[in-house]
């Protein structure tokens, strides 16, 4: 015959609450990976741009080295864009996400540009600073800033290898 069931109206309630403080308790135990992962990502970034600005800096001075930029770019400061043949020249083949800058400043010169008298060689202390930020954003004060200094001597004469003392 019938019997009478006997119904439970709250069953899908409790079922909702359970499944809500399992979600509840999910997100906690998640958070730390999450944000670990932003942090290694943005460290994997800022290594492969260190890794990227030695290998400019490398490949312009040979550049420089082999008279292949100009001398008026140098003493004028001309502030150049990295394009994507210049990393290719350079050997990086990785996607970039910064977009950057690259001049050459003259921090120090033997003779002075003040002294009248000619010499053979003038030497130079130059510095090669690379400017970098994120692709799409302006630039801010908060530039990723690299400066490698070198020493450039300069032969105002001809072709003739530096004096050996």
């Not at 079922?15 to 990502?41: D, E, G």
Request: proline share 7%.
């Amino acid at each position: 015959m019938l019997q009478s069931v006997k119904r439970r109206h709250f069953l899908l309630l409790e079922v909702l609450i359970a499944f809500a403080l399992v979600v509840l308790c999910v997100f906690p135990l998640i958070a730390p990976h999450s944000a670990m992962l932003r942090n290694q990502t943005s460290f994997i970034r800022k290594v492969e741009l260190d890794h990227l600005v030695n290998l400019l800096f490398g490949h312009l001075v040979e550049q420089l080295y082999a008279n292949k930029i100009p001398w008026q770019d140098l003493e004028n400061e001309t502030i150049f864009p990295i394009t994507e043949e210049l990393l290719k020249e350079a050997g990086f083949t990785a996607e970039l996400p910064f977009e950057g800058t690259y001049t050459f400043v003259e921090k120090q010169r033997k003779p002075k540009k003040e002294d009248n008298k000619f010499n053979e060689y003038v030497l130079y202390i130059f510095e090669l600073k690379f400017a970098f930020h994120p692709k799409g954003e302006k630039p801010t004060q908060d530039e990723q800033i690299y400066a490698y200094p070198f020493f450039l001597a300069r032969n105002l004469t001809g072709m003739s290898p530096l004096p050996k003392e």
